[in-house]
């Protein structure tokens, strides 16, 4: 966008002694790390190519301007002071500047009437172009988010890349092509799951789980159902801060929620009671102890989650439901984070049963034991085998 943008303003300014733009990164060792490439292309598709003259190290503009390239890293405080008649300052790959490159740029581009422009996929919330633009933008700011579907020439091979990264992985898919901030994937716990539009069945078997608000907690109503190795998520009830007294008429957004037995969190009893005296005489409590989040969570893992558009609460947390990460060495740590959680608690209350009742899942071996207990299990069982012929051979020659 600010290609064709900076042709256009070299255009206009033409009857006033030309644009002088200096276009940015924060580290620049060659032109083919710039912007100049695309800047040609776009002076091509204009056909204005006898108005511009394009050199190798800058390209001079109608009226006397210059648009030049330049890596803020090798400034000085000093150096950086060759730029104050500059126009325009365009930042490109915003999100690598450093604070020090910011606060070196600010001050120096202060002519009369004019702008810095930036332009950055967004990588942290915690980068100095994002604490500055969406944090608190300074007065006379204009910030604008575009993504692919603003593009009306959106082409097909994009797309195709676009829905390849959406099935395979969410998180490089919210980067890439949504604009989110880029996630530690090491640390996301659900990699198993997409959006994705599709039909309930009316004689299907749902399964229901609910988790109770806290003061700023919401409570939560969710419905699921299990096709093969597919965990389908259709229906969602999501409320902040939502009375005892609201909640039949929240589960009641959730279709067939009075027919269905519901797993809760049993950490409310009260709760619980009050829902069976109030129209849902199905629902029970969860079991819970030592080891159930680890467990269920484990289970959930093994299924493919496809969940529908409407459930925009189940997609952020499976988004974000993390392991914490060691703040002083940036490792991954095996404890889950206890946020972002709240569906996903319901989630592993209504499959409950299912995964202590061992199902055989396609693709898994049915067991009932974790992983690490499973190995231990199969370890004895081979020494067992290699021990037998040997103790076959000494009771034999006991007999002789």
């Not at 700011?141 to 020439?153: H, R, S």
């Not at 998520?233 to 009641?252: H, K, N």
Request: proline fraction near 6%; glycine fraction near 6%.
């Amino acid at each position: 966008m600010f290609a064709g943008l900076a042709i256009e303003e070299a255009l206009r300014r033409a009857r006033f002694g030309g644009l002088n733009m200096v276009c940015i990164r924060e580290i620049q060792k060659t032109l083919d790390q710039s912007v100049k490439k695309l800047l040609e292309q776009k002076i091509a598709e204009y056909k204005v190519g006898s108005a511009f003259v394009v050199q190798d190290a800058k390209i001079k503009t109608p009226g006397g301007g210059q648009i030049i390239f330049q890596g803020m890293q090798n400034h000085t405080a000093e150096s950086i002071k060759s730029l104050e008649d500059y126009d325009i300052a365009w930042v490109e790959e915003g999100q690598s500047l450093s604070l020090r490159s910011l606060d070196l740029l600010r001050p120096t581009i202060r002519k009369d009437n004019s702008e810095l422009w930036f332009s950055w996929n967004p990588y942290s919330k915690d980068d100095p172009v994002d604490k500055f633009l969406r944090g608190n933008p300074p007065p006379g700011a204009v910030v604008v988010k575009a993504n692919w579907e603003d593009n009306p020439w959106f082409p097909q091979v994009l797309r195709t890349e676009l829905e390849y990264d959406r099935r395979r992985d969410m998180d490089k898919y919210l980067h890439v092509w949504g604009g989110a901030y880029q996630q530690n994937s090491q640390a996301r716990v659900f990699k198993n799951w997409r959006v994705e539009e599709f039909e309930s069945p009316a004689n299907g078997i749902y399964r229901f789980g609910a988790d109770w608000g806290f003061s700023k907690d919401p409570t939560v109503l969710i419905r699921a159902r299990l096709d093969g190795h597919i965990l389908y998520i259709d229906y969602e009830a999501y409320m902040v801060e939502c009375e005892i007294d609201q909640t039949p008429d929240l589960f009641d957004t959730v279709p067939d929620s009075r027919r269905w037995p519901i797993r809760a969190d049993n950490a409310r009893p009260e709760t619980i009671s009050y829902m069976k005296r109030h129209g849902y005489p199905k629902i029970m409590k969860a079991a819970k102890g030592k080891g159930s989040v680890e467990d269920g969570i484990e289970f959930l893992k093994m299924f493919d989650i496809v969940v529908h558009p409407r459930c925009v609460h189940t997609k952020l947390e499976l988004e974000n439901y993390s392991f914490k990460v060691d703040p002083l060495t940036n490792e991954v740590t095996p404890i889950l984070a206890d946020k972002d959680n709240h569906v996903i608690d319901s989630l592993r209350y209504a499959c409950e049963a299912v995964r202590k009742a061992q199902i055989d899942i396609p693709g898994q071996w049915k067991s009932g034991l974790s992983p690490e207990v499973l190995d231990e299990v199969i370890g004895y069982v081979w020494i067992f085998a290699l021990l037998i012929p040997e103790l076959m051979k000494g009771a034999l020659n006991a007999l002789m």
